[in-house]
């Protein structure tokens, strides 16, 4: 623990740094409460785990077509009132969300397109928030800001569904809503006054999409960066099913209530913040590349695990080893693209790896077609399986 304190200690006496973290902090617990309390909704609603993953699919559609632009974007204008703008669209966003639900008018299409329009914002996470804490902590402490923002996303993994779950069991989305907007607006108030400079260098302006052309050959031809964007392809189309179908089969299979579901789910947080603190403390450079590649490997194990599994006490161990292998992988992910990509394109790159992650509505869809036919288990059965032999095969092709 000494060791964690010393290698983070000056980044949280940087009151700039403490700023953004913290937003990350309240953004991300948001970003749960609405998963949740949405997920929860919609299967209450139509009692269909295919409609359940759509909507987990609509929210994740604009990081693959987004992504990379709101990177270009974010290296050539302040990211801070970027995030601050951000801020306001999703308070608007809840807010309406609230207002339809109190009067009774709430319907699966205006979920759908408020699943897009919040997928909007999170598309500039990586690009817009973690490249900002990392212009802030500077390439020699990458790691340990890396490691805390993550460490602080796990606990907000531990409290968001615990909060989701016991506010949509108790005030239903309505109050869900209003706690999100709540939130929100303290995360904006912290935001407010942290400085940021444009990225770009002092040559002539050339378009966008040039900037985004150049990140792409960048990252195609350098093989660290490439086993990222495989690996986060191949991770994503599997992760979001387990999210997406979840609550499903802790309704159905582990016969849970919402408050029972959001422990179950908190116990990967719990995982991921033991995982996030083992790699601030101990893992160095020369572990970025194997530490990455194995955390990924434990966590589709352990959805290949969960998809079998009959007891609640079971899954929580399941889950938490789920965690451990999360923050391995989200840990890393940004770390070693932050660490290899140029300055004045990191936002660039960082959006081709949301693009990456924007896959993942095909994992959801392909999870809610196959639940559907095949059942809830052995669709994720199937899924982690197939992430299982794509991770093998790109650590032996990718080199």
Same mark, same amino acid.
């Given at each position: 623990?000494?060791? !964690? ?15 953004? +973290? ?50 270009? !974007? ?23 969300? $609230?207002?339809?639900? *109190? ?7 205006? !979920? ?38 993550? #460490? ?16 949509? /069991?108790?005030? $239903?989305?309505?109050?869900? %809503?209003?706690?999100? %907007? ?24 050339? #378009? ?34 387990? +999210? ?44 970025? /590349? ?22 609640? +006490?079971? *899954? %929580? ?9 999360? *923050? ?29 992650? $924007?896959? *993942? ?13 095949? $059942? ?15 991770? %093998? ?7």
């Amino acid at each position: 623990m000494l060791l !964690i304190f010393a290698r983070t200690h000056h980044l949280l006496q940087d009151k700039h740094f403490v700023r953004v +973290w913290l937003t990350g902090a309240i953004c991300n617990t948001v970003r749960w409460l609405e998963f949740l309390g949405m997920g929860m909704f919609v299967f209450q609603m139509t009692g269909s785990a295919f409609d359940v993953s759509i909507v987990a699919a609509v929210r994740l559609l604009p990081l693959f077509f987004f992504g990379p632009l709101t990177g270009a !974007i974010a290296d050539r204008v302040n990211r801070s009132r970027l995030l601050a703008g951000s801020l306001i669209f999703l308070i608007a966003i809840f807010s309406t969300l $609230g207002i339809l639900a *109190s009067l009774g008018e709430l319907r699966l299409t205006h !979920i759908n397109i408020a699943a897009f329009l919040s997928g909007l914002v999170l598309s500039g996470e990586h690009s817009v928030r973690r490249a900002l804490l990392g212009e802030i902590s500077g390439v020699k402490s990458l790691a340990a800001a890396n490691g805390l923002d993550r #460490s602080t996303d796990n606990i907000t993994l531990i409290a968001g569904p615990l909060i989701g779950g016991l506010l949509f /069991q108790t005030i $239903g989305l309505i109050g869900t %809503c209003a706690v999100a %907007c709540i939130m929100l607006a303290i995360a904006l108030g912290l935001i407010v006054g942290v400085p940021s400079k444009p990225q770009m260098t002092d040559a002539p302006p050339v #378009s966008l999409f040039f900037d985004i052309r150049q990140a792409l050959k960048f990252a195609l031809a350098t093989p660290a960066i490439l086993r990222v964007l495989i690996t986060t392809i191949i991770f994503n189309f599997c992760v979001w099913p387990l +999210w997406a179908l979840m609550p499903i089969i802790a309704a159905t299979q582990l016969h849970l209530d919402p408050l029972w579901t959001g422990l179950l789910m908190s116990t990967t947080g719990i995982g991921s913040l033991a995982g996030a603190l083992c790699v601030i403390g101990y893992v160095r450079p020369r572990h970025y /590349q194997p530490t990455f590649f194995f955390s990924s490997l434990l966590f589709l194990f352990a959805i290949a695990l969960f998809s079998v599994s009959n007891s609640l +006490w079971g *899954s %929580c161990i399941i889950f938490f080893a789920a965690g451990l292998g999360l *923050s391995g992988f989200a840990i890393l992910q940004t770390t070693i693209i932050l660490s290899v990509s140029p300055r004045h394109t990191r936002s660039t790159i960082m959006g081709v790896v949301v693009m990456c992650i $924007g896959t *993942s509505p095909a994992g959801i869809a392909s999870g809610g077609f196959l639940a559907d036919q095949i $059942g809830v288990p052995n669709a994720l059965l199937l899924i982690a399986l197939t992430g299982l032999i794509g991770m %093998c095969l790109t650590r032996i092709i990718v080199r």
